[in-house]
Structures are given as structure tokens and as C-alpha cells.
């Protein structure tokens, strides 16, 4: 019986484990490791003719990327997490917070992406660029947070939620990591405030269904040997 209910114990053990490894961070709505990158719907620039692409890149495929792009994201990404919250990092974002009713402790990064220029686009390039991309964290959208080339953050002022909610929209003149904030105090089930999952929750519920009825088995057995 002990040994069923140790097996049972380090069953339970390696899910929480697993749980805990995907569960959100300090200022992100759940790990950006585990969320995917905005999906490029189109861009336009000032620059008539210009064939050049650009390249949307999660936090978890960083190593794709050159090294100096990729300490640049790590940057964002250690700055976030480690800021005593959002408006401490980006200031501008309380006064955002307020006009909006929002409480600033419920502010939270739920994408955080690299943007760029792939090789071969450098020619002519543009100084304005109009990016619409589509995600699936946007119901909440409260601003889009810019890492300049200097390592400062700004608010882009002019992104919005367009297209019925599937797109955001802005214009920016310069690219590197870029950083959606959401209001997770609206969140409701169809964007996770965790990286805890329902299916993990039944995992954890079936495995201790089943090692309640092993134990029950296991009595039931050596009661009957007894008598």
C-alpha cells in the first residue's frame, strides 16, 4: 500500500511541477514562452515600391534570431519581469490606466514579440511604417509597449484594436521588441490570467481519483485476507 502511495504522491508531484513550470509570470498573463506570435496581416511604408519584409518573432523561437536582436529580447523580457509592476517600467501607462478606469495592478503583458527588417530589405528604407497584425489577446487591449533602440520603453500612442477586434493597428518608424498590455482584471475565460489549464486541473483530478480507489482496493483486499 505505501509503495502504490508513493507512486501516486510523485505522479501528483511531477504535474505540479509541470504546472508551475508553464504558470504565469510577474507582470505577463502567462509565460511568453507558451504564446505565439502575432500573426502579420500587412504592412504598408512611405517609401513607393519598397519589397522588403518584415519578420514577427515569438519570445520562446528568440534563438532564431541574430545575437544582437536576441540580447535585445531578452532585455524586454528581463525588464518586464523583473519591474515592480508595468507603470513603474512605462510610466505613461498610469495616466492610460486612469482615463481608461483601469486599476494599474491589473495591467499585465499578455504578447511579447521581436519585429524586424529580414536581410535584403535595407534598401531605400522606409522612415514610417503602417504594421497591422492579428492576435488572439486582444479583447482586453489597453496599450502596445515599444522597446527603442536606446532600451527605453514608450507607449505607441497611435496603435489600436481594429477589424472588430482581430487586429491592431500602428505606425512606428523604428522596430525591435514589442509588448502588448491587457487589463487582466476584465479577463475572462477566453484569455487565461494563468498558465494553468483546464486539462492539466483534470490530470491532477484523475490521478487522484485513481489513487483514492487504489487505496480502496488495497483495504478491501487485505480486509477480506483477514478474515
Known amino acids: 500500500?505505501?509503495?502504490?502511495?508513493?507512486?501516486?504522491?510523485?505522479?501528483?508531484?511531477?504535474?505540479?511541477?509541470?504546472?508551475?513550470?508553464?504558470?504565469?509570470?510577474?507582470?505577463?498573463?502567462?509565460?511568453?514562452?507558451?504564446?505565439?506570435?502575432?500573426?502579420?496581416?500587412?504592412?504598408?511604408?512611405?517609401?513607393?515600391?519598397?519589397?522588403?519584409?518584415?519578420?514577427?518573432?515569438?519570445?520562446?523561437?528568440?534563438?532564431?534570431?541574430?545575437?544582437?536582436?536576441?540580447?535585445?529580447?531578452?532585455?524586454?523580457?528581463?525588464?518586464?519581469?523583473?519591474?515592480?509592476?508595468?507603470?513603474?517600467?512605462?510610466?505613461?501607462?498610469?495616466?492610460?490606466?486612469?482615463?481608461?478606469?483601469?486599476?494599474?495592478?491589473?495591467?499585465?503583458?499578455?504578447?511579447?514579440?521581436?519585429?524586424?527588417?529580414?536581410?535584403?530589405?535595407?534598401?531605400?528604407?522606409?522612415?514610417?511604417?503602417?504594421?497591422?497584425?492579428e492576435a488572439e489577446t486582444l479583447k482586453h487591449f489597453v496599450a502596445l509597449l515599444h522597446m527603442k533602440q536606446d532600451g527605453t520603453w514608450e507607449v505607441v500612442d497611435n496603435a489600436a484594436v481594429v477589424n472588430d477586434g482581430k487586429n491592431l493597428q500602428f505606425t512606428v518608424s523604428d522596430f525591435s521588441p514589442f509588448a502588448v498590455v491587457v487589463d487582466t482584471g476584465n479577463v475572462g475565460q477566453d484569455t487565461p490570467v494563468t498558465g494553468i489549464t483546464n486539462s492539466m486541473l483534470y490530470i491532477c483530478a484523475g490521478i487522484m481519483a485513481v489513487s483514492a480507489v487504489a487505496v480502496f482496493l488495497i483495504a478491501n483486499k487485505r480486509k477480506k485476507q483477514s478474515v
Do not use: Q
Not at 519584409?53 to 544582437?68: A, C, G, H, I
Open 1 to 133: 500500500m505505501k509503495k502504490v502511495m508513493s507512486i501516486c504522491l510523485m505522479m501528483i508531484m511531477a504535474v505540479v511541477m509541470s504546472v508551475n513550470a508553464f504558470a504565469a509570470k510577474d507582470n505577463f498573463v502567462s509565460s511568453p514562452s507558451g504564446v505565439p506570435a502575432p500573426g502579420l496581416v500587412s504592412v504598408e511604408t512611405n517609401v513607393e515600391g519598397w519589397d522588403g519584409r518584415l519578420e514577427v518573432v515569438p519570445f520562446n523561437e528568440k534563438n532564431s534570431l541574430p545575437e544582437d536582436l536576441k540580447e535585445n529580447f531578452e532585455k524586454a523580457y528581463d525588464e518586464i519581469i523583473n519591474a515592480e509592476n508595468l507603470t513603474a517600467m512605462v510610466p505613461a501607462l498610469a495616466e492610460i490606466a486612469t482615463k481608461l478606469g483601469i486599476d494599474p495592478r491589473n495591467l499585465a503583458v499578455s504578447d511579447l514579440f521581436d519585429i524586424h527588417m529580414t536581410e535584403g530589405s535595407t534598401p531605400n528604407v522606409p522612415t514610417e511604417f503602417n504594421v497591422v497584425l
